[in-house]
C-alpha cells in the first residue's frame, strides 16, 4: 500500500486532471510536508501528472533525499529556489502551471511570466483541502501532541501561585513541553491573568499573577510535526468568587453542549451555534467575540473554520478545536479549548477534556 504522502499526491492529481492543469507549484512548509514528509523551511514542489519534484537548498542535500523517497527528485538549487523551480518545469513539459494565489508573491509570479512560456492559472486551496480529512496517522499524531500538552500543563500547576509573573509560567510550561518531547511549540504560548486574561490573544507578559485572579493558559505542543491547542482557565491563589464562577459555568456548559452534539455533516455555522446559543442565553453574547474553533493539524490554524460565516459541512475525519470564550475588559475572561476528531454520529476528544473549575488554592 502507497505510503501517505504517496496517497495524498495521487489525491493531488486527481484534482489536477478536474481542473485541466497539467502541473502545480506547491507552496509552505506545511503543504509540502504533507506531500513529500520534507521538513525543512525552504523548498518548493512542482507536482504533475507523473512527477514530483522538490526544490531546496544545499542545506538539505542529505536530509531531503532521505525524507522524500525515491518517487520525488530532490533538485539542489544554488542560487534561487525560483530559478530552480522554473528550470524543472521547463524540463517537465507542462503548458498549463496552477500556482497557489494565495502562497507565491506577486514578485515570483512576474518572474514566472517573464521567463516560462507555461500559462500560469491561479489557484487557491488545493492541498489546504486535502489536508482537512486527516488519515489514522495524522490523528494519532496529534492525539499524541494533545496528551503531552496536557502532561505538561499537569506537571507545572503547583508551580502557579500569587507572584509568579505570566512569562515565568509560560517559561515552566514551555519548558515542560519540551522536556516531554514538544518539537516546538505551536505557536507563542498564552498566560494572561487578572484583566489581561480579557484579551484572547494576551502575549505573555511581567506582570505577577495576583490573589483571586483568573489566569488563562492557551498553549500546545506539537509531535511529528502535527499540533495541539488547549486552553485552560484557573483561579489563582483563592476560591472564585460568584462572579467569577458563573461565568466559567456559563463558558463550560457551552462547550460541554459542543463537544457533545459536534458531529460529520453539521456546517461549520451549526457546529458554532451549539456554543454561542449557550452563551446567548446566558446574556453573555456579546462577550464572545471570535468563532468556535479551527481546524487543526501541520498548521494550529487550518480549516475547517466553526464559525458563522462557514456554510461547509464539517467532514468526518477533520480535528477541530472547540474553544468558546468570554471577555469582559477591565474584569477578567474564561476560555476552554479542546480538540476533537470528528466522526459520523459524534466527535471523539483528543486532549484530556479536563474542564472543572480549579481554584490553586
Ligand atoms: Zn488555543
Ligand atoms: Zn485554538
Not at 544554488?78 to 502562497?103: E, P
Not at 487578572?194 to 509531535?223: K, M, N, T, Y
Not at 468568587?241 to 459542543?258: F, H, L, M, P, S
Amino acid at each position: 500500500m502507497a505510503d501517505g504522502p504517496a496517497r495524498r499526491r495521487e489525491a493531488l492529481r486527481a484534482e489536477l486532471a478536474e481542473q485541466h492543469l497539467d502541473a502545480v507549484v506547491v507552496a509552505g512548509a506545511a503543504n509540502i510536508r504533507y506531500l513529500t514528509g520534507f521538513t525543512g523551511s525552504a523548498a518548493h514542489l512542482v507536482v504533475s501528472a507523473g512527477r514530483t519534484v522538490l526544490v531546496t537548498d544545499f542545506r538539505y542535500a542529505g536530509q531531503a533525499p532521505a525524507e522524500v523517497g525515491r518517487e520525488v527528485d530532490v533538485r539542489i538549487e544554488r542560487s534561487s529556489l525560483w530559478n530552480g523551480l522554473r528550470q524543472s518545469i521547463g524540463a517537465l513539459g507542462i503548458r498549463r502551471l496552477g500556482i497557489d494565489r494565495s502562497r507565491v508573491t506577486l514578485a515570483a509570479w512576474e518572474e514566472f511570466r517573464q521567463v516560462t512560456a507555461v500559462e500560469l492559472v491561479p489557484v487557491s486551496g488545493l492541498v489546504e483541502r486535502l489536508r482537512v480529512t486527516k488519515d489514522p496517522e495524522e490523528i494519532e499524531a496529534i492525539r499524541d501532541a494533545a496528551r503531552l500538552a496536557g502532561e505538561a500543563l499537569a506537571s507545572v500547576v503547583d508551580f502557579i501561585r500569587p507572584g509568579r509573573t505570566e512569562l515565568e509560567v509560560a517559561a515552566e510550561l514551555e519548558a515542560a513541553l519540551r522536556r516531554r518531547g514538544s518539537e516546538w511549540h505551536p505557536f507563542q504560548s498564552i498566560v494572561a491573568a487578572g484583566p489581561r486574561s480579557a484579551l484572547p490573544h494576551a502575549r505573555s507578559s511581567e506582570r505577577p499573577i495576583g490573589v483571586g485572579e483568573f489566569l488563562v493558559v492557551d498553549f500546545g505542543a506539537q509531535v511529528r510535526g502535527y499540533c495541539s491547542d488547549i486552553t485552560r482557565t484557573f483561579v489563582v491563589g483563592a476560591r472564585a468568587d460568584q462572579r467569577q464562577r458563573d461565568t466559567y459555568g456559563v463558558v463550560r456548559e457551552a462547550q460541554t453542549r459542543a463537544r457533545g452534539a459536534l458531529r460529520a455533516g453539521l456546517t461549520g455555522r451549526e457546529g458554532d451555534s451549539l456554543a454561542r446559543e449557550v452563551i446567548a442565553r446566558a446574556g453573555m453574547g456579546e462577550a464572545f467575540g471570535h468563532s468556535l474553533g479551527h481546524g487543526l493539524g501541520l498548521e494550529v490554524h487550518e480549516d475547517p473554520r466553526l464559525s458563522q460565516t462557514s456554510e461547509t459541512p464539517l467532514p468526518a475525519g477533520a480535528v477541530v478545536t472547540v474553544e468558546p470564550g468570554v471577555y469582559f475588559d477591565g474584569w477578567g475572561g474564561v476560555r476552554i479549548e479542546d480538540d476533537l476528531v470528528l466522526v459520523d454520529g459524534g466527535a471523539e476528544c483528543l486532549s484530556d477534556g479536563r474542564t472543572d473549575l480549579v481554584e490553586l488554592t
